[in-house]
């Protein structure tokens, strides 16, 4: 975990080696000398803002944490922080809204960087019977409900290789944020027992393209995949962190379940 109470050639230092960067690897991408990278380091030279916010582009530093090496190096944080109700991002929130919407009867999700649901689409609400009712107290955690064993898990069919897939992208995010709340956020998962759902070997993938989430729901069992992607250039530090995760039916059988259980809801209602 980052030391953020650090001086800013502290944290310089512990995002290049986050990055498995040598000073020289990183003096070379970034078109500075390695002493005055060695210097900025150990706080014999202090940077410049433009200088500072240049090499936290090329260590992919977050935006979130770009505003902490500017304070830290004694400048005005520059990337503005808002909620996604603010008046400033109606048009992003239009955006998630319209994208949501389309994905329509099929599942689809806007998640904050700590994996909570911050919007949904509300599809196919029969995903989650019989999930305990304080998985899906607001906000929702996703990764929690996917891999606690009161919610998704019993009823996920390859939870072995789903469970590895979640664990693995939150291990990622980990080693790229080093955000606290997402270390003891994988702490916890990871210790989940998966109640009466048995990890599974991995699935032949002759016939795959990519892991598929595979659920019992309604008496079928559902094949989906998955596709995530995010805000380009975002400025905003909430939009940076934003990611809209969406579900597609994987085989025609799901398809044609999903449409039926769909126009089942709608005459219901």
């Known amino acids: 975990m980052l030391n953020r109470t650090q001086p800013v050639g502290g944290l310089l230092r512990q995002w290049r080696q986050r990055r498995r960067l040598s000073q020289l690897d990183l003096a070379g991408d970034a078109g500075v000398s390695t002493r005055h990278l060695s210097f900025v380091e150990t706080g014999r030279a202090h940077p410049s803002r433009d200088m500072l916010l240049h090499l936290s582009e090329q260590l992919e530093v977050p935006v979130r944490e770009r505003n902490v090496l500017l304070v830290a190096a004694g400048y005005a944080p520059i990337f503005p922080e808002r909620p996604l109700a603010d008046p400033a991002l109606a048009p992003a929130r239009a955006a998630i809204d319209l994208v949501l919407e ?47 064993p009161n919610g998704l898990a019993p009823r996920i069919v390859n939870f072995g290789e789903w469970r590895a897939h979640l664990l693995h992208r939150l291990r990622h995010q980990v080693e790229l944020t080093a955000d606290a709340r997402l270390i003891e956020l994988l702490r916890e998962v990871a210790g989940y027992h998966a109640g009466s759902a048995l990890p599974v070997p991995p699935a032949r993938l002759d016939n795959e393209i990519a892991i598929p989430f595979r659920i019992r729901l309604a008496g079928d069992v559902l094949s989906f995949l998955s596709m995530t992607t995010v805000f380009g250039t975002p400025v905003d530090v909430m ?18 379940a999903v449409q039926r259980l769909a126009a089942a809801s709608s005459r219901a209602n």
Request: glycine residues 2%; negative net charge.
């Open 239 to 256: 939009l940076s962190e934003l990611a809209l995760e969406f579900f597609f039916p994987a085989d025609d059988a799901t398809a044609v």
């Open 102 to 148: 389309r994905q329509k009867p099929y599942p689809a999700f806007a998640l904050d960087r700590h994996w909570r649901i911050v919007a949904s689409n509300a599809a196919l609400p029969e995903l989650y019977e019989g999930v305990a009712a304080d998985l899906l107290e607001p906000p929702i955690n996703a990764m929690r409900l996917s891999l606690h």
